[in-house]
């Protein structure tokens, strides 16, 4: 996790947003964050005429530290959900392995114990492959015989590597199983979610207030408006518009002649 601590006033801020305003986000964080960069740049210049407007004093220079807690905050639960994530991808390519290797390894005890009744017998005593617990157990323990019978593997021709390996593997999966499904870790990713969503609408507050009051101000000043539009939500409404126009005219058929073609 990232050492980032929320000032105190922001953090009431945040707090202080209504639950039923936390919605679905209507745009990537990093394009929101790009577009309120680029408002509190293209606003600083028309500063006076807002404020004349009745833009509340202080709003557009609120828009700086709004990004900064945003963009640290999406870091955060960027930084949660890795974690997670990279832990899983590792657990499952680890498991794989490990499976193979307990394969690998338990058919050589077999062939080399072929004639010890009682290594076949404890051998077949440790090898499970489920619960998951159980199989990291078996990992280490065939691992444990494995070095105990050295001198049988030996006449085989066994490579005593992979003992090794599975003794590393049988350290290596409990401690990614253990984050994979550690609850510790699904809270503070979800905290860290709230946390970011929170900031996304605390800034956003403060980017639909100017906009408004441009809007207003720059009604007949097309040039100067453009500047105070989501770039990002035009594009999205151009092409839901385009989707929309292909459809019905894929819908109604070409007349020829007055006949349907």
Not at 151 to 175: H, K, M, R, T, V
Not at 217 to 234: C, I, N, T
């Amino acid at each position: 996790m990232t050492s980032f601590k929320i000032p105190a006033a922001s953090l009431e801020a945040l707090k202080a947003i209504p639950q039923s305003k936390l919605k679905a986000l209507p745009m990537p964080v990093a394009t929101y964050l790009q577009e309120a960069e680029d408002l509190y740049l293209w606003s600083l210049d028309d500063q006076q005429r807002l404020a004349a407007a009745g833009l509340p004093e202080g709003t557009i220079e609120s828009l700086r530290p709004r990004i900064d807690l945003c963009r640290a905050l999406q870091a955060r639960w960027s930084n949660a959900t890795k974690i997670r994530s990279e832990a899983q991808k590792a657990f499952k390519e680890k498991l794989v392995l490990g499976i193979e290797r307990q394969k690998s390894v338990v058919n050589a005890c077999r062939y080399a114990f072929r004639k010890e009744p009682d290594l076949l017998k404890k051998l077949s005593m440790i090898v499970r492959t489920s619960p998951y617990p159980e199989l990291f157990q078996s990992l280490n323990d065939l691992a444990v015989v494995g070095r105990d019978q050295q001198s049988l593997l030996a006449a085989i021709g066994f490579n005593s590597d992979e003992l090794d390996e599975l003794s590393l593997l049988a350290d290596q999966l409990p401690e990614l199983y253990a984050i994979v499904h550690a609850d510790q870790n699904e809270i503070e990713k979800n905290e860290a979610k709230d946390l970011r969503d929170r900031s996304f609408f605390h800034l956003k507050e403060a980017v639909d207030e100017i906009r408004h009051c441009a809007k207003y101000v720059f009604l007949k000043e097309p040039a100067r408006l453009e500047g105070y539009y989501s770039q990002y939500l035009k594009r999205k409404s151009s092409a839901q518009q385009l989707k929309k126009r292909q459809a019905q005219k894929n819908s109604n058929p070409v007349q020829l002649n007055g006949l349907q073609e």
